[in-house]
């Protein structure tokens, strides 16, 4: 992704206040209602001092850990109030052995894709290992010193953003290894619809683990129980698994995130338009990677030079090596563009008006979509009604799967 985080992660602040607790984690304590296919009407984001992340109710994990030796699964984003969640942790007599980082690193700050180096945090001195790049799953050696895994990384809610593969092979790791998991909860920002096709089993990849759809409406908290509930780890095992859920938070509660959760997520607008356009990774069209706007733009030298918009990928902190790197692109500019949701409207015009139909589509399409169909039924014509009809009976399962582990109400 594209504009990198500022440079010290403990001059940002997470403003986190209390509120009243929700109910105790339970695999089942959601209403019956259908679930939402379409966002809701926009609305004034919910401020941080009307909710209690996880992470802030110290009363809800600290006693688990008491004689514990510790391991924690965070980023930038895994903050009690202006602390970092290690300095807190620590503060508190926690004893923590090692921290481990997701895609883009413990700080946050590495490009897509980039290799992730083993090290040691500076502040604390602890040993900092990467479970992105040839290491996705935390092995014995790197847990033979920890009892408990804490995983606080906030998610942004599409199938594809890598952080819940990250967190899936954690919960792996430790049903192996016989270590528990504690789930921070925070809330997802694209948490209140349910969308897109469902994940086909011969399409799992680490940009797409559980046959979940595109939009799967849960947080980290949900999907953990959901993962283990539905025995998704390898072998059907099941790891001993907490949540600490947010409270006050509900899946009508629009979100904004205080802080980028990714470098090319920089907004709360790129974070809600990322589910319907990062599908264009899959094709010719840039995303905006290497501009001031990734996920907020959408181009490619192969549309016609009328649209209206344009601009140029080059290299920056966050895309080192952008897609159409130094290339005019022809596209549109979505910065105004409103809370659109999963639509496949502009995946299709853009295939419709490309001047190369025969290289619009790449290889790692059918990864993000989840399923083959949906490049054909763009190549065949297919209208966006006609698609969406043929993600059912997948779809209506799911949202009947999916209120098995909601821990939030959905008004």
């Not at 602040?13 to 339970?26: G, Q």
């Not at 980023?75 to 926690?94: C, P």
């Not at 290799?115 to 014995?140: F, H, M, V």
Request: net charge positive.
């Amino acid at each position: 992704m594209s504009i990198s985080l500022l440079p010290s992660l403990l001059s940002l602040s997470l403003l986190l206040a209390d509120c009243s607790r929700p109910p105790v984690a339970r695999s089942s304590s959601a209403p019956a209602a259908a679930s939402p296919t379409a966002p809701a009407p926009s609305a004034a984001p919910t401020p941080d001092a009307a909710l209690r992340m996880g992470a802030a109710q110290f009363d809800r994990y600290l006693p688990q850990l008491k004689g514990k030796r510790v391991g924690v699964v965070v980023n930038q984003t895994a903050r009690v109030g202006k602390a970092f969640l290690v300095d807190t942790l620590l503060a508190r007599g926690v004893n923590v052995k090692v921290i481990f980082g997701p895609e883009h690193g413990f700080r946050g700050e590495a490009a897509d894709g980039a290799t992730i180096k083993n090290g040691r945090d500076e502040r604390s001195g602890l040993p900092a290992l990467s479970l992105y790049g040839a290491t996705k799953k935390p092995t014995p050696e790197m847990l033979k010193d920890v009892d408990v895994l804490i995983f606080d990384i906030q998610d942004v809610g599409a199938r594809f953003y890598t952080f819940i593969s990250t967190m899936h092979y954690v919960m792996e790791a430790a049903a192996e290894q016989n270590k528990e998991v504690i789930v921070l909860d925070r809330p997802n920002p694209n948490g209140w619809y349910v969308d897109g096709p469902v994940l086909e089993p011969q399409f799992k990849t680490f940009v797409g683990m559980h046959p979940i759809p595109v939009v799967h409406g849960l947080t980290v908290g949900e999907l953990a129980q959901m993962i283990n509930g539905e025995k998704w780890l390898a072998g059907g095992k099941q790891c001993r698994l907490t949540v600490v859920p947010v409270a006050g938070y509900t899946h009508a509660t629009r979100y904004t995130l205080p802080e980028r959760p990714s470098p090319n997520l920089p907004t709360a607008h790129s974070v809600i338009l990322y589910p319907a356009l990062c599908l264009f990774e899959g094709t010719d069209v840039s995303v905006g990677r290497g501009t001031n706007t990734p996920f907020e733009v959408i181009g490619a030298p192969t549309q016609p030079t009328t649209r209206p918009f344009s601009f140029t990928p080059a290299p920056n902190p966050g895309s080192p090596t952008p897609p159409q790197n130094g290339k005019r692109c022809y596209g549109l500019n979505l910065k105004d563009a409103g809370d659109i949701g999963f639509t496949l409207k502009y995946l299709i015009d853009f295939y419709q008006q490309s001047t190369d139909k025969a290289n619009f589509f790449n290889k790692g399409f059918e990864r993000l979509a989840g399923t083959a169909a949906l490049r054909q039924q763009i190549i065949a014509g297919k209208s966006e009604q006609e698609i969406r009809q043929s993600w059912e009976p997948a779809l209506g399962q799911y949202k009947v799967l999916r209120q098995k582990y909601l821990l939030y109400p959905e008004k």
